[in-house]
């Protein structure tokens, strides 16, 4: 199964494109015109994902849509490394980073694949929020939105001087990946006084 599912580099974009979007549809040209690829060999790699089980397929306004078979067997799996490989892949990061000011990224939650953290993304600076709204609901699609939390870097400096559980819970857990940090020497500083 595991050779089936990781044998071509299309196969593979396809896998990303379904796993981090399970509830969304695509059609063949869709598909060709985002993974900037070839539409024989999106074509064949789709018949090879619907032939494992891994992809259904419906006739809808005369095009044929594929989508992900959520019961697949290793579904949550697939699910869990594309989720973090995007993660440690940066693309997140990157997207993050025009929005505005950032000077210190967290990620946590469905990022790093920790159930039950109170956020995901977690950023100090000066962003603008309706991007990262959008940003968010459009590239992840989950039963559950992405949960984010920004702060000035006036009150996150506030919030380590008065060891907020929340901040503190968050940056010291030792799963959070931290992305980007341009203040830690002032962290340091005010927890040292």
Do not use: W
């Amino acid at each position: 199964m595991l050779k089936a599912l990781f044998s071509s580099t299309t196969r593979i974009k396809l896998l990303r494109i379904f796993l981090l979007n399970p509830q969304k549809e695509y059609f063949i040209r869709e598909l060709t015109r985002l993974l900037d690829e070839q539409i024989n060999s999106v074509r064949r790699e789709l018949n090879n994902l619907k032939k494992i089980g891994f992809l259904k397929c419906k006739n809808k306004d005369r095009k044929k849509y594929y989508y992900i078979d959520t019961s697949f067997l290793i579904f949550p799996e697939l699910t869990l490394i594309f989720q973090k490989d995007n993660a440690s892949g940066q693309e997140v990061v990157k997207q993050v980073l025009k929005m505005g000011k950032v000077e210190l990224l967290l990620l946590s939650g469905i990022f790093v694949g920790v159930q039950g953290s109170p956020v995901d993304l977690f950023v100090v600076g000066d962003i603008d929020k309706e991007k990262l709204t959008e940003y968010t609901a459009e590239e992840f699609s989950h039963e559950h939105p992405v949960r984010f939390t920004v702060l000035s870097r006036d009150d996150f400096l506030y919030r380590i001087e008065c060891h907020d559980k929340f901040v503190h819970n968050l940056i010291n857990d030792e799963r959070s990946v931290i992305a980007v940090n341009k203040i830690e020497k002032l962290i340091e500083q005010k927890e040292s006084q």
